[in-house]
């Protein structure tokens, strides 16, 4: 979370980016589209604040144990502005769901040699995917992935699937 709000937050709003929203939010309105951004608001963040959103992050620190229903992470400050990362905040947890499911999946079935990871296609990217399938493997046992570039990257893992599936996997 902390390496990703870092890179999230590190550089400030420039006048020539929020000069750009504004020509894209008035072109989208005159054809019919959303309108709802609030210039005012974004060229105080420039000219008060430095270009830096006036938000307060709150965050767990990586690797802590939670339990479920409890809070992770909170952003406090005007609502465009806290909902602005919301898509990345999620992300975040990406690993964790994966890992998650996957040891649930493992359990029910009785044997992690019996689950094969089929997650490739559904990943955001190729390297949200053998994140994925790390935490899938060090938070269950699970060792077979459909993917055969995983199995290259990480030894501990072994190619499987169908043939059709692992074709196209490769492509």
Known sequence: IRKMLSELLAFP????????????????????????????LWQKVISEHGGKLPITIRAVEDGTIVRPGEPVI???GPSEFAAIYEAFFLR????????????????IIGNPERVAEFGCRAAQNEA??????????????IT???????????????????TAHRYLACH
């Open 13 to 40: 709003i420039l006048q020539h980016e929020l000069d750009f929203a504004i020509a894209a939010y008035a072109e989208q309105e005159s054809r019919g589209g959303n309108s709802k951004f609030d210039k005012d």
């Open 144 to 162: 077979k992935t459909s993917d055969d570039a995983a199995a290259v990257a990480y030894p501990f893992l072994k190619a499987d699937g169908t």
């Open 74 to 76: 909170s952003v406090e």
């Open 92 to 107: 975040a947890y990406y690993e964790t769901v994966v890992a998650t499911d996957a040891k649930y999946l493992a359990d």
């Open 128 to 141: 949200a995917h053998m994140d994925g399938v790390e935490a899938m493997y060090v938070g269950s046992g």
